[in-house]
């Protein structure tokens, strides 16, 4: 019998994903990952810990308690605080599921004897020749997870078992009613990625020193003011104030920002935007799942954004031409994808 090790969150996604397991005929372990969370964010994860133990007693399957604490500090959260301290944009999401559920999680569960790590994601993993694979969008198009997955590689996905990636969210809650699930009427969790719906700009203070700045029309002219620059992403239109604008006036989007000067440059008006916004970049840390092929060149598409309609692009080497101008901030990740696969994505530089 094949054993798979599943990632129990505490949530209903989790919680199917071990039912449907079971029900395969797999050997199930269900397993809680704790990881680091500062002193001033309120204590969770003992409540979600027990959502998580009454899943796998209504299953009948064991549970392990991982502690991936020292993982989680420094592969992703002082990673985030140190390229945001430069004025970049992480994904800590990304960060999360390269770092933690397929790389520590993977590597312990691993020594531990099993075939397969299984998490609650809404993604699809196909196997498409002898040892080869592709990473598929999620059936439910409002909760695919793709997005977010663009780090994975062919090892990864030869052990990696997604079991609602093929549903819709109503019917991984039918299924949670049906097999009983204590959790099937918990809401989804919300925010980063493990650490919860948390404020991204109160988080950071209590590692970054900043100060009030200026807001900038593109004249130069001071019309408002912000919290600190370093908070703003390109594109952003909430978090600042703009006290000189007229009645009614469009919103506001960020469209530059000087981390040394602590200033933010904001427009509402779309050609300024347009003009702000680029049609090339370049990307670091590139990843490829699957090998671009010259059949899918013409029609390749992208996010930058989770949740964003694809656009059209081209690759050449490093670089990403967009059909149309985008506003991409560095350290954002670009995932690329050709119809509903997966094929990688980077970092932009």
Same mark, same amino acid.
């Given at each position: 019998?094949?054993?798979?090790?599943? *990632?129990?969150?505490?949530?209903?996604?989790?919680?199917?994903?071990?039912?449907?397991?079971?029900?395969?005929?797999?050997?199930?372990?269900?397993?809680?990952?704790?990881?680091?969370?500062?002193?001033?964010?309120?204590?969770?994860?003992?409540?979600?810990?027990?959502? %998580?133990?009454?899943? %796998?007693?209504?299953?009948?399957?064991?549970?392990? #308690?991982?502690? #991936?604490?020292?993982?989680?500090?420094?592969?992703?959260?002082?990673?985030?605080?140190?390229? &945001?301290?430069?004025?970049?944009?992480?994904?800590?999401?990304?960060?999360?599921?390269?770092?933690?559920?397929?790389?520590?999680?993977?590597?312990?569960?691993?020594?531990?004897?099993?075939?397969?790590?299984?998490? *609650?994601?809404? %993604?699809?993993?196909?196997?498409?020749?002898?040892?080869?694979?592709?990473?598929?969008?999620?059936?439910?198009?409002?909760?695919?997870?793709?997005?977010?997955?663009?780090?994975?590689?062919?090892?990864?996905?030869?052990?990696?078992?997604?079991?609602?990636?093929?549903?819709?969210?109503?019917?991984?809650?039918?299924?949670?009613?049906?097999?009983?699930?204590?959790?099937?009427?918990?809401?989804?969790?919300?925010?980063?990625?493990?650490?919860?719906?948390?404020?991204?700009?109160?988080?950071?203070?209590?590692?970054?020193?900043?100060?009030?700045?200026?807001?900038?029309?593109?004249?130069?002219?001071?019309?408002?003011?912000?919290?600190?620059?370093?908070?703003?992403?390109?594109?952003?239109?909430?978090?600042?104030?703009?006290?000189?604008?007229?009645?009614?006036?469009?919103?506001?989007?960020?469209?530059?920002?000087?981390?040394?000067?602590?200033?933010?440059?904001?427009?509402?008006?779309?050609?300024?935007?347009?003009?702000?916004?680029?049609?090339?970049?370049?990307?670091?840390?590139?990843?490829?799942?699957?090998?671009?092929?010259?059949?899918?060149?013409?029609?390749?598409?992208?996010?930058?954004? &989770?949740?964003?309609?694809?656009?059209?692009?081209?690759?050449?080497?490093?670089?990403?031409? #967009?059909?149309?101008?985008?506003?991409?901030?560095?350290?954002?990740?670009?995932?690329? &994808?050709?119809?509903?696969?997966?094929?990688?994505? *980077?970092?932009?530089?």
């Amino acid at each position: 019998m094949r054993k798979v090790f599943v *990632g129990l969150s505490g949530g209903v996604d989790s919680a199917v994903s071990a039912a449907l397991l079971k029900e395969a005929g797999y050997e199930v372990i269900g397993v809680f990952i704790k990881v680091w969370s500062p002193d001033f964010l309120p204590c969770t994860w003992r409540d979600e810990r027990r959502d %998580a133990m009454r899943v %796998a007693i209504k299953l009948d399957i064991p549970f392990l #308690f991982f502690d #991936f604490e020292e993982e989680y500090k420094k592969g992703v959260a002082d990673y985030m605080i140190e390229e &945001y301290k430069t004025g970049r944009t992480p994904n800590p999401d990304v960060l999360c599921n390269r770092e933690i559920k397929f790389g520590a999680f993977w590597k312990k569960a691993k020594e531990m004897g099993a075939d397969f790590i299984a998490t *609650g994601h809404y %993604a699809q993993a196909h196997e498409v020749g002898s040892k080869k694979y592709e990473l598929r969008e999620g059936r439910d198009k409002e909760k695919d997870q793709s997005y977010f997955l663009w780090t994975l590689t062919q090892d990864d996905l030869s052990h990696v078992l997604f079991p609602i990636g093929h549903l819709e969210k109503s019917e991984v809650r039918k299924l949670a009613k049906k097999f009983d699930i204590p959790v099937s009427e918990k809401k989804d969790s919300q925010g980063i990625c493990f650490l919860g719906d948390v404020n991204l700009e109160d988080f950071l203070s209590h590692f970054i020193k900043t100060s009030p700045g200026k807001v900038l029309n593109t004249r130069g002219e001071v019309i408002g003011q912000h919290n600190g620059a370093l908070y703003y992403t390109l594109g952003e239109r909430h978090g600042f104030e703009v006290t000189e604008k007229e009645t009614n006036s469009k919103p506001f989007y960020v469209i530059a920002k000087d981390i040394n000067q602590n200033t933010i440059t904001v427009s509402n008006d779309p050609i300024e935007i347009t003009f702000h916004s680029p049609k090339e970049i370049y990307i670091e840390k590139v990843n490829w799942i699957n090998k671009l092929k010259s059949s899918e060149a013409k029609k390749l598409e992208a996010r930058i954004r &989770y949740r964003q309609k694809r656009f059209k692009i081209k690759v050449e080497g490093d670089k990403v031409i #967009f059909d149309e101008p985008q506003t991409a901030a560095s350290g954002q990740s670009v995932v690329l &994808y050709h119809e509903d696969v997966c094929l990688g994505g *980077g970092i932009i530089a």
